[in-house]
């Protein structure tokens, strides 16, 4: 018999058994070792590789051309939008339009440098549209139409 609260409360022998110090130990360390592995498991999955939002999963080389392509004129786009002086948003769609046709390039690791390089300077130029620099926004799309039709001509 145990008091709990002032109450006489019988306990059977075999409830007993269950609340144990060494199966309660036994069961606490069980508990610990599945919160590890499900953290564990779970950290992992966040660092797993996740696929850029527009990439065409094993894309064909006409698909890759095409993109190129779509790029490239994108850019050039907004080099000639900048020149001519046309509205900011229209000048940061084609910016955007060759950010996300750049996601569907899919080269080996020789053209992947330029790839990154041309995307690093459309958004530079991005940010200066937006900032209203636009000999900067030239210098750069002038560099990324350059690194375009270079990644054009070794497909």
Same mark, same amino acid.
């Given at each position: 018999?145990?008091?709990?609260?002032?109450?006489?409360?019988?306990?059977?022998?075999?409830?007993? #058994?269950?609340?144990?110090?060494? *199966?309660?130990?036994?069961?606490?360390?069980?508990?610990?070792?599945?919160?590890? =592995?499900?953290?564990?498991?779970?950290?992992?999955?966040?660092?797993?590789? %996740?696929?850029?939002?527009?990439?065409?999963?094993? =894309?064909? $080389?006409?698909?890759?051309?095409? =993109?190129?392509?779509?790029?490239?004129?994108?850019?050039?786009?907004?080099?000639?939008?900048? #020149?001519?002086?046309?509205?900011?948003?229209?000048?940061?769609?084609?910016? *955007?339009?060759?950010?996300?046709?750049?996601?569907?390039?899919?080269?080996?690791?020789?053209?992947?440098? #330029?790839?990154?390089?041309?995307?690093?300077?459309?958004? %530079?130029?991005?940010?200066?549209?937006?900032?209203?620099? $636009? =000999? #900067?926004?030239?210098?750069?799309?002038?560099?990324?139409?350059?690194?375009?039709?270079?990644?054009? $001509?070794?497909?």
């Amino acid at each position: 018999m145990y008091f709990v609260s002032g109450f006489k409360v019988p306990v059977d022998k075999s409830s007993q #058994k269950i609340l144990s110090y060494s *199966n309660v130990t036994k069961l606490m360390k069980l508990l610990k070792q599945l919160t590890i =592995a499900f953290a564990i498991t779970f950290s992992m999955a966040s660092f797993s590789p %996740v696929f850029a939002a527009g990439k065409i999963e094993n =894309a064909t $080389n006409a698909q890759v051309k095409a =993109a190129a392509d779509n790029a490239l004129a994108s850019a050039e786009a907004a080099l000639a939008g900048i #020149k001519d002086g046309s509205h900011e948003e229209v000048i940061m769609q084609h910016l *955007n339009n060759a950010a996300q046709e750049t996601k569907k390039i899919e080269v080996g690791t020789t053209l992947d440098p #330029k790839r990154s390089k041309a995307v690093a300077n459309i958004k %530079v130029a991005r940010k200066a549209v937006q900032d209203k620099d $636009n =000999a #900067k926004a030239t210098e750069a799309l002038t560099k990324a139409v350059e690194l375009y039709k270079e990644l054009k $001509n070794a497909l």
